[in-house]
């Protein structure tokens, strides 16, 4: 079953505030890795969204680490999956629990 990928506005958000973190700290392959690390992981969601652990604190929503760096936090809604947040890993982890 394919599922369709649809992302939050939060998601939109956070994955451009991390992509313009990367852009100044890191190099254009490193970046470029990011992307391809992403883009791997959103057809892996395409086909078995249900292989990510579920997140401790809400067992309706998923995580998956991208890069050591940024986790993805997402949900399943019957055909879909709801990409919410691309969470820097670095920051306090209580504002996480507000974001989610």
């Known amino acids: 079953m394919d599922y369709k990928i649809i992302i939050s506005p939060l998601g ?13 700290e890191w190099s254009p ?13 959103i057809e892996i969601l395409k086909n078995d969204p249900y292989i990510f652990p579920r997140w ?4 309706e929503i998923h995580r998956i680490p991208i890069i050591k760096q940024i986790t993805l936090f997402y ?6 999956v709801e990409l ?3 969470w820097n890993n670095y920051q306090n982890p209580e504002k996480l629990l507000n974001l989610l």
């Open 84 to 86: 919410h947040l691309f």
């Open 75 to 80: 949900s399943i809604h019957k055909n879909q």
């Open 29 to 41: 392959k490193e970046i470029y890795n990011f992307i391809q690390k992403t883009e791997g992981i």
């Open 56 to 59: 401790e604190h809400n067992n």
């Open 12 to 24: 939109k958000a956070t994955l451009q505030q991390n992509m313009d973190y990367l852009e100044k």
